[in-house]
């Protein structure tokens, strides 16, 4: 059985993951569906704007952060302020670091499949009545389903592997930031922490196969919802 | 929902009035057109004349450059004035080309989806609908287990439901098979005569024009050549669309006068003239339109002696028109037009011009043909 910190880590690693998916959810999908369904000056720029988490190191997204965001920072410094809400070196900061990290994953995927329906079965919406965000959500959300869960699948997997930026972000503090990978990282940092490096290793690995099997099993269900189900 | 007799044909109002200017690329429309407000009005042209743009302008899913659009005294689009009610406002049921069922709801969901957003029709209305098109065994079936009949008869009742004041079929059988067509066709027909929602029908195909529609507009090349009750505008010759085809012909509005069951002929009245054909199996006194073929008519100064041409109608020649091919088309008013396609060498021979007198002669096998006869009026079937 996993001992008390190995517990906590595992914990604070699916609540990290869980809120950076659920927190990028609205957001990616707006995204997507503008960029999917219409032309605006700027296209291409915020497209690759957005982009940039997947071919920078993450360490850099971390550092940026941290300028930005930290205590220090101009974003940090105005969130603590006027909301009293501080990001550096807390599990919100680590959720919002693996959010930006993962967002790109989740976008795409979720794009592509806005890209896959039929406008003209929307069209079609339209003159039964449905108004542009009726449309959206009675038929081309349904049948984006699988595309989202698709998304959400990768980014919930980049943020329970997510390290570089939480690590330079918010820092590997037990109990509040120190989630599974920067635990193992920990360990393998310290002489003879091999044994505590290796149940690590197995909690995480079990952990992945739990998901990925959860996500496969979630996936069937919706694509035979969205093609018609019973 | 009984019509009397061709009423419908002789005295209609207007219920949409279409003008509009569009550019679309290299292809420019500059269209105007009236809809009556019952019955179908047939758009005929060939494909790529922009009548598919014609329907998507009427159910505002693209937005003309300048234009007019009014449905009675809604005005729909008005570019003038600065209107384009939304396309979900429009009440406009739109039968695509492709059904477009929705691939993650059954039957019914597909069925309800627009009444439920515009006001739920009556269980009593569910009801007729699903029966005129017979989709009660199809209610809790997947729309990819649909052949592309049902799915088209699917997508036809979805727009009825949805409580149109005008409802626009785009070419809804193109993409079937014979055999699915034939299947569709008589709910069509069934369709025009019982729901007393007005339609437009667009086609290629002049034999579902003859079927279907009692009026008809007639597209090319992005305009309206012609527009009016489909016997005055069959009847026109200036319209190569119509006229530059084997199967050229007019229109006869007709009453069944009565049956020769010995002789398997049935008698029709239009006007003083009596027509045999064919026995058909609509009731006396039942209205029956039929087209007679431009090539089945030939003509003679006097009314032939010993002949076997059974039809033989006294007339005016109010129309020659030589065509490039050697022949010419005469127009003979009986009452009603009727074209006969005869040589130039004939028409030289006969000395014809218009105001002459003669006879036209129509063979009885002219309506054997099975798109001759059509249900234009509420009646048996």
């Known amino acids: 059985m996993p001992t008390p910190a190995e517990t906590e880590a595992l914990l604070l690693s699916l609540r990290v993951a869980v809120w950076s998916v659920l927190g990028s959810l609205p957001p990616a999908i707006a995204i997507a569906w503008l960029l999917a369904r219409t032309r605006f000056p700027g296209h291409a720029l915020l497209n690759g704007i957005l982009h940039i988490p997947l071919v920078v190191p993450p360490v850099v997204i971390g550092y940026l952060l941290l300028v930005f965001l930290g205590r220090r920072g101009p974003g940090g410094m105005f969130l603590e302020n006027v909301f009293g809400i501080t990001l550096g070196f807390t599990w919100q900061g680590a959720a919002i670091a693996s959010a930006i990290v993962a967002f790109p994953l989740m976008l795409r995927a979720i794009r592509q499949s806005i890209e896959g329906v039929d406008r003209r079965l929307e069209q079609a919406a339209r003159t039964l009545g449905a108004s542009p965000a009726n449309a959206f959500c009675t038929v081309t959300l349904p049948l984006i389903a699988p595309g989202v869960f698709a998304g959400m699948v990768l980014s919930f997997a980049r943020s329970l592997g997510e390290f570089g930026a939480t690590i330079t972000f918010v820092s590997s503090i037990p109990g509040e930031t120190r989630t599974l990978p920067l635990a193992l990282y920990a360990a393998a940092q310290v002489p003879g922490g091999e044994a505590q490096a290796t149940r690590l290793v197995v909690i995480s690995i079990t952990l992945a196969m739990i998901a990925l099997i959860g996500s496969e099993w979630l996936a069937r269900r919706t694509r035979h919802y969205s093609s018609g189900g019973p | ?381």
């Open chain 2, 1 to 381: 929902m009984a019509r009397a007799p061709h009423a419908a044909l002789l005295e209609w109002r207007t219920v949409i009035d279409v003008a509009f200017s569009h550019r679309q690329g290299s292809f420019s429309l500059d269209v105007s057109m009236q809809v009556p407000d019952s019955g179908v009005t047939g758009l005929f042209g060939t494909s790529g004349a922009g009548k598919s743009t014609v329907a998507d302008a009427i159910a505002g899913l693209i937005r003309p450059d300048a234009g007019r659009i009014a449905i009675g005294e809604t005005v729909l689009f008005d570019s003038a004035r600065g209107v384009a009610v939304a396309p979900e406002r429009r009440r406009i049921g739109y039968v695509f080309q492709e059904a477009r069922l929705f691939p993650h709801m059954n039957v019914r969901a597909n069925l309800h989806f627009g009444g439920r957003r515009r006001g739920a029709a009556s269980p009593d209305t569910f009801e007729q609908v699903v029966g005129l098109l017979g989709l009660e065994p199809l209610l809790d079936r997947r729309t990819r287990h649909l052949s592309g009949g049902e799915a088209q008869r699917v997508a036809i009742g979805r727009a009825l439901l949805s409580g149109p004041d005008l409802l626009i079929m785009d070419e809804p059988l193109s993409s079937l098979d014979q055999q699915r067509r034939d299947d569709v066709l008589p709910h069509l027909e069934r369709l025009a005569a019982d729901t007393g929602v007005p339609t437009v029908y667009i086609t290629h195909s002049i034999e579902e024009i003859i079927r279907l529609a009692d009026h008809l507009a007639v597209m090319a090349n992005g305009t309206v050549l012609a527009c009016g009750p489909i016997q005055d505008v069959m009847a026109r010759p200036d319209l190569p669309v119509l006229n530059d085809r084997r199967d050229a012909g007019t229109i006869l509005l007709t009453t069944v006068a009565g049956h020769f069951d010995d002789d398997h002929l049935s008698a029709l009245r239009f006007g003083e003239h009596t027509l045999l054909v064919p026995r058909t199996e609509r009731a006396e006194g039942s209205p029956l339109a039929l087209r007679i073929l431009a090539r089945d008519v030939s003509l003679a100064l006097e009314p032939p002696q010993r002949s076997s041409v059974m039809n033989v109608l006294p007339g005016t020649v109010t129309g020659i028109h030589p065509r490039g091919d050697g022949h010419v088309d005469v127009s003979i008013d009986s009452g009603q037009i009727i074209r006969a396609r005869i040589t130039r060498r004939s028409a030289d021979d006969l000395s014809l011009k218009v105001g002459l007198e003669l006879y036209a002669l129509v063979k009885s096998v002219a309506f054997a043909e099975r798109d001759a006869f059509r249900r234009h009026a509420d009646g048996e079937g």
